[in-house]
């Protein structure tokens, strides 16, 4: 089926930008809902974005709004978060997965069958 593979975390200062990338190399990723979820430690898995299999619907956690932008590339079985002004409380394991399940964003982490190893962002202040 597929496989996801993040890349681009790392570490910046307040105020910086990083782009992550999820990398899939299933045929049918491009029908696939995608989502993006972080997890500090000490904290629950939380939500960060999603995008329809389109590209045409996208959805963000209300403290990314404005910052973050999700995007995909069908071409390349590539979704992106360009994430800007970041601050540090955007620290955490940034991890990308897949929904075959849904035509629109879902913000549920269990709609998600495909899981990527995550991807550290690191914010200091």
């Known amino acids: 089926q597929v496989q996801l593979v993040e890349s681009g975390g790392g570490l910046v200062q307040a105020g910086g930008s990083l782009r992550l990338s999820c990398a899939a190399s299933?045929?049918?990723?491009?029908?696939?809902?995608t989502g993006w979820f972080r997890q500090a430690p000490g904290k629950e898995r939380e939500f960060v974005s999603a995008?329809?299999?389109?590209?045409?619907?996208?959805s963000y956690a209300d403290s990314v709004k404005g910052r973050f932008t999700i995007s995909r590339d069908n071409a390349k079985n590539t979704v992106l978060l360009q994430m800007n002004s970041l601050r540090p409380e955007d620290t955490a394991v940034y991890y990308c997965a897949g929904d075959p399940g849904h035509i629109f964003p879902t913000v549920v982490a269990g709609h998600y069958d495909y899981w990527g190893q995550g991807t550290q962002v690191t914010v200091s202040s």
């Open positions: 995008i329809s299999w389109s590209g045409g619907s996208t």
């Open positions: 299933g045929r049918t990723f491009s029908r696939y809902v």
